[in-house]
Structure formats: structure tokens, C-alpha cells
């Protein structure tokens, strides 16, 4: 409890504290974290404040063939050391992301965000009121925050100053995939939060 109370400070206030002396933390700051969705004895799950500080959940599925051999020669050379090199001045890093939140973001995209958003709390309003009996809790107001700052991200990665709808919906399942709370009914009958995150998608209008 006590490792995740520093934790949540780290990543919300950008600070920690030891011994009642506050340290502000230097940029760039990033968490990266795994989890392991089989195995979770002898481990504390993150209560949904905490994860809702995570920009992006990714899922990662077993590499392929050629992938595994490449870890398996990495991990069986130099005794499995990682040989770690500086690729990146922070400042550099620092830059890129200044030009990122220059980059453009049209007023109708905004609004497709804030609608996809929409569907994950109030489901009817995008006709979509099936989804109502499936979803328990819908997406704080982070995902849009992260949905606006990660599509920028995104097109500054393809090379452009403007902000296009496949942007968004590249980055949009692994903003909101850990911030939709299903239901037991959902569970039930075996649906995961990327088949309903699927039927936003495919249902809120693209302008």
C-alpha cells in the first residue's frame, strides 16, 4: 500500500515525499508498468484511481516465432545482460514534445473525442443504448485529456502538423481500454472491454 501511495503521488503530482520532505521530480518524467493478467498471486491489484493515471494500456500477445528466437539469442548472450545505451538527449525529448502540443487539433475532433468518450459513460446519447446493461463504470475525463494529447502524439509520429480521425482511433483503444469498467452481465457472457470499445468505434459518427 505504501509503495502505491508514492507511486500515485509520483505520477499525479509529479513529486515524491520521504520523510515529510517533498522532492519535485525532473523532466521527462514516465511509469512504465507491467501487468500480468494470468498470475496475480502474492500481488496488490491498482484500485481504478491509480490506473486512471496510466495514459495507455497496451496488450502484448505472445511474440512470434522470429521475435522469440531474437529474445531467446538476446536473453542466452552476455549472460541475458541488456546492453543499455543512450539513444536521446532529454532536451531533445522535451522539444519533440513542445512541438507536439503545437501540433493542430481541429474543433470537430475535439468533439469526436469528447462524443467517444460520451459512449463509454451514457451509451443512448450515441445511440448506443445496448451497451448501457454492459458497461458499470465509463471513462473519466483523463481519457479525453489523453485522447487529445496522444492523437497530436500520433500524427507529430506520422510526420504531420494536423490531427486526422484515423489519428485518434489509432490510439483510441489503448487510452480507453483500461478505463471502462464492465459489468458482471458483461462478464458473463464473455465480453472484454475492446469488443464494446469496437461498437463505439464503429458506431460514433466520424466527422
Sequence with gaps: AKVQSALLEAMQERQITIGGETF????????IATQNPIEQEGTYPLPEAQVDRFMLKLRIDYPSKEEERTIMKRMTSNNGHAQVQKIIQPEVLLK?????NSIYI???????????????RNPATQNLPKLANLIQYGASPRASIFLHRL????????????VVPQDI?????DVLRHRVILTYEAEAENICTDDVLQQIFDTVEVP
Design 106 to 120: 481541429d474543433n470537430n475532433l475535439e468533439d469526436y473525442i469528447l462524443n467517444l468518450v460520451t459512449a463509454t
Design 24 to 31: 519535485p521530480l525532473s523532466y521527462p518524467f514516465m511509469v
Design 96 to 100: 519533440a514534445q513542445e512541438i507536439i
Design 151 to 162: 492523437s497530436k502524439a500520433y500524427a507529430f509520429m506520422q510526420g504531420r502538423g494536423f
Design 169 to 173: 482511433k489509432s490510439i483510441g483503444f
